[in-house]
Structures are given as C-alpha cells and as structure tokens.
C-alpha cells in the first residue's frame, strides 16, 4: 500500500526558505511509470499545482511560482523535497505531495499524502 | 495557461438525486481531465481519470463524460458519504490546472 508523508516546519518567517520532504513508503521513487508532484491549498481556498519530478530528476513547474520553487529528488532515501524561497504569507497553505503516472508523458496525480499546514508569520 | 470554471460553484441535493458538475475548459484538454473528491480536512482523493476512466475502488455511482472544452462528472444516486468538494484537474499541458471546486451539500 503506498503511502506520502510530508514533513518540514510548520512555521515559516516572511523571506525565508520552505522546505518540505516527502517521504515515499510501499513503493519505489525510482518506478518508471510514476512521477513526484507538489500541490497546496491555502486555508479555505482551492488547489494549485506546484510541480513534478520525475525520477531521473526532469522537472516541471508552475510558471507562477517558478522563481521561487526547486523540487528534488533523492532516490536514495526514497523522498522528494520541495523548497520555495523568500517566503510571504500568500505561501500559507496545506502543502500535498502526490504520486502521478507516468506513460511517455506527465498524466494524472493518483495518490496523494494527507498534506501539511504550512504558516508563513514573524 | 488553460483555465479550468467549474459549475455549480455550490451543490445542494438529496440523497438518491443525480447529481451533475461541469467542467469548461478555456481550451481543449481533449479527454486528459480528471476528477477528485475532497472531504472536509481530508487530501483529494482521485475519482475519474482520462474524463471517464473509473479510479479503482471507486463506487460505480460515479461517472464521467465528454471531452474537448467541456466534461462532466455525474453521481448517478447521491449517498450521504458524497458530501464534500469536487475538483477538475487538466493535464493536457502546463501548468496543470484546477477548476475552482464544487461543494457538495446534502438536503
């Protein structure tokens, strides 16, 4: 049964870096057939796609966030990180980590952590 | 950026009712559009992929339809457990996108 735990800090001061991992269980980081994504949900609001990673390390990202957001990957431990730098509170959100399928291209996200509450505040 | 308007923006029905949310798509994502249930305080859960494929372990009361710049996601007889927000995602391109949600209340 695969499973995504995120973890990082829950408080984030204004211009700072977020850094969340994701924790990959019940399954292997390195399949072929599936890639790594981040997606957040400001309190009360709707989603937005952050970003994926593939394995191999082949990124793609929300042009809106962009300048701000690296996603890794480390195969080794089996975790995925995110990290968006200079941080406001428009960042604050429940921070998801999902698992997509891959099939010679980017397809749908199918199994997703339980998120994490990210607050950005002195 | 394909943008995704999802309506009704807010749903109220009875339980047996059939229930029917949209999608419009500001372009076409063909069928590459999927479905997501979201309980109060819970992570979406995937319902629908490919705008009509049914996600594995999913009751067979929901459906989807269409394609191009307009789908659907039905429930063909509302239960009490179906209340919560429903979303779209199109990954025909990037950036991936979401619809606003659609929150599901019961009579």
């Known amino acids: 049964q695969l499973q995504l735990q995120e973890s990082g800090p829950g408080l984030v001061k204004p211009s700072e870096t977020l850094s969340l991992t994701c924790t990959v269980s019940g399954g292997s980081i390195s399949s072929s057939s599936h890639f790594w994504g981040w997606i957040r949900q400001p309190p009360g609001k709707g989603l937005e796609w952050i970003g994926n990673i593939y394995y191999t390390g082949s990124t793609r990202y929300n042009p809106s966030l962009r300048s701000q957001v690296t996603i890794s990957v480390d195969t080794s431990k089996n975790q995925f990180s995110l990290k968006l730098t200079s941080a406001t509170a428009a960042d604050t959100a429940i921070y998801y980590c999902?698992?997509?399928?891959?099939?010679?291209?980017?397809?749908?996200?199918?199994?997703w952590g339980q998120g994490t509450l990210v607050t950005v505040s002195s | 950026d394909i943008q995704m308007t999802q309506s009704p923006s807010t749903l109220s029905a009875s339980v047996g009712d059939r229930v029917t949310i949209t999608c419009r798509a500001s372009?076409?994502?063909?069928?590459?559009l999927a479905w997501y249930q979201q309980k109060p305080g819970k992570a979406p859960e995937l319902l629908i992929y490919k705008a009509s494929s049914l996600e594995s372990g999913v009751p067979s009361r929901f459906s989807g339809s269409g394609s191009g710049t307009e789908l659907t996601l039905t429930i063909s007889s509302l239960q009490p457990d179906d209340l919560a927000t429903y979303y779209c995602?199109?990954?025909?391109?990037?950036?991936?996108?979401f619809g606003q949600g659609t929150k599901l209340e019961i009579k």
């Open positions: 372009q076409s994502v063909s069928s590459w």
């Open positions: 999902a698992r997509g399928i891959y099939n010679s291209a980017w397809l749908h996200l199918d199994s």
């Open positions: 995602l199109q990954y025909d391109s990037f950036p991936y996108t």
